[in-house]
């Protein structure tokens, strides 16, 4: 698929010009660049990293969407967080989804007090922002205050507050940064970690008169766009590319204290339809796809070869895929119930969600719905997750006869001969399944589903319908009996910061959200376990926490998993520095460390 | 034809209101809001989903925002901001708009060149060879699916590699000189164009074939040929300037269809239009975006209704307005 020497006559009459500026303007950039000439002195506090690699070069990274701001506090979306969370700005803290782990970013070290309730943070010395101004102390506090002012929708406002209450920031001297808790909490450095540093310099003018949200939207100058990541932003095309060149003033240096980033150019070229982005792959227009559609594994497969790229098999995804029973006991404001009481008292039963579980055909949904590759999925934690899966969570599997002995228990048996089940009261045992339309493969799961239901003698009626819809069936109206959705999770894992699912008062406790008081004795259980993984400063003593919560979810079977697609990223082989993640950005979160390899087949990108 | 242009342009402003209404009833018809996508994200805690709906006035009913949107289009001329990206909505708009126009003049220069001289020769040698092949044409252009042709065009390119895959820049770009510049954008101009002009000129060609046919078979044809006029001049002076009078009005609605047309094309071929932002934005219900490109689309539509009206007027002596 590779065309690297075009037919000239096909370039559509292009003058001589135009191929001697293109082979010309290439052949400069192209040229190795062996001596790398640094014009900036090294900061005295910069972190070495233990790599090398070459500098030079562009990488073309294919996204969905365009970034549709470069204010990193109010971004929410991933287009805009992929290029800003990480490459142009750092926070004080990192992490590394490779090995799932925390390391310093701009402070270089830190101490926690006995009770875990004041943080002292050392900054690096002599850190720049990319326009050439120090950073320091300041630059931290306010970006702190602009997050926690009321009127900013900043994404991290509430998940730097404990109990509700903002945290205490206070400058001790230009480099010494102390945090004051007014009550205990666990993740603090992996939220930390997310609240990305803007420059005061630039920006407390816009904030005193009011215009924060409305800075570094997509229509202002790159030059006004200053970070301390790897990379600056030096054009923007709307609706096509966003340019990022390296950042002159980085304080990551390499090995042999060469400064990083190593490639020069970093373009990440907005691609809305995936079947282009795919073409592009292949043509050698990109360097990375990410991720690859399990259909489309095979032929690349065979290709890699040929087209100069590596198909990587990351394993199972983070993200799950499950199915749950709506268990709102309430009713609407007409007095009556979201749920017809007959039904809320099958889903209310723990046998009827664990022969549920048992009449799942797993390996049958990986095989039709999922192309044959897949892995099978129990409870809300998948292996992916390093730091926090519990293997001991127990797994309700596939067997139709254990799900058949669990209904004939409850008193569901088929009374008049139709095949389909009833309970005393002759109500049929039969129920609507919905998922979001948009999503092919929890369509196909759904399909699968049904058909499993029907083998034990439930009769579910599969409606994908419209994402939206869904999502008010849920939260506002709770009219519906079962719905298949998934969850992505952030980065970091961590389940402080989803506690929205696990409690019973959250918003996304999907199968009764927003409870008054926790409805079952195990939610009570659990309510009670989160306050230790969001409040204790130990983490082993979190850790003991969720497993536990783990293990209630998987024996109340609230949500009973299904089976989820592998996650499969394909590299061109001259990108190297690469440790593929199965937490986004698969490929790219160490954008610093990745350099160009010439001897790896030829430069494929035109 | 004064007071005929003064009362179209007075129409237009309850026309505009009704439209404006009518979307921004459907808009808020449709289950759900912007910030549904952010409440189904579990890391985002509910007292920021609640201070972001108040910040959009999304806890409120539908006719404050209409009521609050439209007092600021009538008094501010500002049709408010993107949700997504916290911008008045034109200042977003504007390159786009710009981009879609250069697709839809070059597909429409596609559309028009090719269908009315070819539409004129299949009709003059009707059922000739060629007026078969053209009909041939004309049903697969009639037939063919946008995003079909359009993937086919894409596969095309990545195998031959004669032209890019979508986009409209090349990444060297900016190292181009002027006239190179214009080269690379017209290099990826051909495909989008070619999808979105052949399409539309399939049934031009055989509108244009119909009318002339039509109007070759009328008796003042018989009586140019009778007085012996060459036959170039009955065609190109008599019949084809009548035959024209139908395509004028088509001319019209093709300016309105101008920014509305390119949503598919611009999707599938990464063409930076006002049609991917839109359809993004129709999607995340960012209702300020979509109602800035409404609005501005069927103002186009209304002002090219008027333009076909007086271009009628201009060509055929017969209509007149007072």
Redesign the interface.
């Known amino acids: 698929?590779i065309?690297v020497g075009?037919?000239r006559w096909?370039?559509?009459a292009?003058?001589l010009?135009?191929a001697v500026?293109?082979a010309g303007?290439?052949g400069g950039k192209n040229v190795s660049n062996a001596k790398f000439q640094d014009p900036n002195p090294l900061p005295e506090g910069a972190d070495v990293v233990p790599v090398t690699g070459h500098h030079g070069g562009?990488l073309?990274y294919a996204t969905i969407?365009e970034p549709?701001?470069f204010?990193p506090i109010?971004a929410?979306?991933t287009s805009s967080t992929d290029i800003l969370d990480g490459p142009v700005y750092s926070g004080l803290v990192e992490f590394d989804n490779g090995t799932q782990q925390l390391k310093p970013g701009l402070a270089e070290s830190w101490e926690r007090s006995d009770d875990g309730r004041v943080w002292t943070f050392h900054l690096r010395k002599g850190v720049r922002w990319s326009d050439g101004e120090p950073f320091d102390v300041d630059d931290v506090l306010f970006t702190s205050k602009v997050v926690y002012d009321?009127k900013i929708?900043?994404?991290v406002?509430?998940?730097i507050k404990s109990e509700g209450k903002p945290w205490v920031w206070e400058k001790v001297d230009s480099l010494t940064l102390k945090v004051t808790l007014p009550a205990p909490f666990g993740p603090v450095l992996e939220v930390i970690g997310s609240v990305y540093i803007v420059p005061r310099h630039k920006l407390e003018a816009a904030y005193n008169a009011g215009r924060f949200?409305?800075m570094l939207?997509?229509?202002t100058s790159p030059d006004s766009i200053v970070g301390t990541g790897p990379y600056r932003v030096t054009?923007f095309?709307?609706?096509?590319?966003c340019t990022l060149k390296r950042n002159p003033h980085y304080w990551k240096i390499d090995q042999n204290h060469q400064r990083l980033p190593y490639f020069d150019t970093v373009?990440f070229?907005?691609?809305?339809?995936y079947?282009?982005s795919y073409?592009?792959f292949?043509?050698g227009?990109s360097d990375i796809q990410d991720p690859v559609r399990p259909e489309d594994a095979p032929s690349l497969q065979d290709d890699q070869k040929k087209g100069n790229f590596t198909l990587t098999n990351l394993g199972p995804d983070i993200a799950t895929n499950f199915l749950w029973f709506n268990l709102n006991p309430g009713k609407d404001a007409s007095g009556k119930p979201f749920l017809e009481p007959y039904k809320l008292a099958w889903f209310k039963d723990v046998r009827f969600r664990r022969a549920a579980s048992h009449a799942m055909d797993r390996e049958g949904m990986i095989k039709t719905a999922l192309q044959g590759s897949g892995y099978p999925q129990y409870g809300l934690i998948t292996t992916a997750n390093k730091r926090w899966y519990d293997p001991n969570v127990p797994k309700f599997e596939y067997d139709p006869e254990q799900a058949k002995t669990l209904l004939d228990q409850m008193g569901l048996k088929d009374r008049n001969g139709d095949g389909i089940r009833e309970d005393a009261q002759g109500h049929k045992v039969e129920f609507v399944l919905y998922t979001n339309s948009e999503n092919t493969i929890r369509k196909n799961l759904g399909q699968v589903a049904k058909d499993c239901f029907a083998k034990v003698g439930i009769s579910c009626i599969f409606q994908p319908i419209?994402?939206?819809?869904l999502?008010?069936h849920i939260?506002d109206d709770h009219k519906y009996d079962s719905i298949i959705l998934g969850?992505?999770?952030?980065v970091p894992p961590d389940p402080a910061?989803?506690q929205?699912?696990y409690r019973s008062t959250?918003?996304?406790h999907q199968w009764w959200p927003q409870q008054k008081t926790p409805g079952t004795p195990a939610e009570a259980q659990i309510d009670k376990l989160m306050d230790v993984v969001v409040q204790e400063p130990d983490s082993t003593k979190r850790k003991a926490a969720f497993d536990k919560v783990q293990e209630i979810l998987g024996e109340q079977q609230f949500t009973v998993g299904l089976a989820r697609e592998p996650l499969m990223v394909a590299v061109r082989n001259r990108v190297k520095g690469v440790r593929p993640s199965v937490l986004r950005l698969h490929v790219m979160y160490n954008i610093e460390e990745l350099y160009e390899d010439k001897g790896a087949g030829q430069v494929a990108?035109? | 034809m004064r007071t005929f242009l003064l009362r179209r342009f007075l129409n237009m402003i309850p026309l505009l209101f009704g439209i404006s209404l009518l979307s921004f009833g459907v808009m808020e018809l449709?289950?759900?809001?912007f910030l549904?996508?952010?409440?189904?994200?579990?890391?985002?805690?509910?007292?920021?989903?609640e201070?972001?709906a108040k910040?959009f006035a999304l806890d409120k009913p539908w006719y404050v925002r209409y009521e609050r949107w439209l007092g600021n289009v009538v008094l501010h001329a500002d049709f408010g901001e993107s949700f997504?990206?916290?911008?008045p909505v034109f200042?977003?708009m504007a390159?786009?708009l710009g981009?879609t126009l250069i697709l839809a003049l070059a597909a429409a220069l596609i559309t028009w060149c090719l269908a009315i001289p070819l539409g004129i020769l299949a009709a003059v040698r009707q059922y000739s060879w060629w007026d078969k092949t053209a009909s041939l044409i004309a049903s697969f252009g009639l037939s063919i699916p946008e995003v079909f042709f359009a993937?086919l065009l894409?596969?095309l390119?990545?195998?031959?590699?004669?032209?890019?895959?979508?986009?409209?820049?090349?990444?060297?770009y900016?190292?181009?000189?002027p006239?190179?510049k214009a080269?690379?954008i017209?290099?990826h101009l051909?495909l989008p164009a070619i999808v979105l002009g052949t399409i539309p000129m399939a049934s031009r060609m055989r509108q244009m074939r119909a009318n002339l046919l039509d109007v070759l078979r009328l008796e003042y044809v018989n009586t140019a040929r009778a007085k012996g006029l060459p036959e170039r001049q009955v065609i190109w002076k008599h019949a084809v300037r009548n035959a024209l009078n139908p395509l004028i009005t088509l001319f019209g609605l093709t300016l309105a269809a101008l920014l509305s047309g390119s949503f598919v094309v611009e999707?599938?071929?990464?063409?930076?239009?006002l049609g991917?932002?839109t359809l993004?934005a129709l999607r995340k219900?960012d209702l300020y975006l979509v109602m800035g490109s409404v609005m501005l689309a069927s103002t186009l539509l209304v002002l090219g209704n008027l333009v076909a009206d007086v271009l009628l007027a201009v060509v055929d002596p017969r209509i007149r307005y007072d």
């Open positions: 698929m065309r075009l037919p096909a370039r559509l292009a003058p010009a135009l500026v293109l303007g290439c562009r073309v969407s549709k701001t204010n109010i929410n979306e009321e929708n900043a994404a406002r509430e998940l949200e409305q939207g997509i229509t054009e095309r709307p609706g096509e590319s373009v070229v907005a691609c809305p339809d079947n282009a073409l592009k292949q043509s227009d419209e994402f939206n819809t999502i008010s939260r969850l992505t999770g952030g910061l989803s929205n699912v959250g918003l996304t990108s035109r | 449709a289950p759900g809001d549904d996508t952010i409440r189904a994200n579990d890391a985002i805690p509910p007292e920021l989903v201070s972001m910040r997504s990206y916290r911008q200042s977003i390159p786009r981009n993937l894409l596969l390119a990545a195998k031959t590699g004669w032209f890019p895959i979508g986009g409209m820049h090349s990444l060297d900016d190292d181009l000189t006239l190179g080269l690379d017209a290099h051909v999707v599938v071929m990464g063409w930076p239009g991917a932002l993004e219900q």
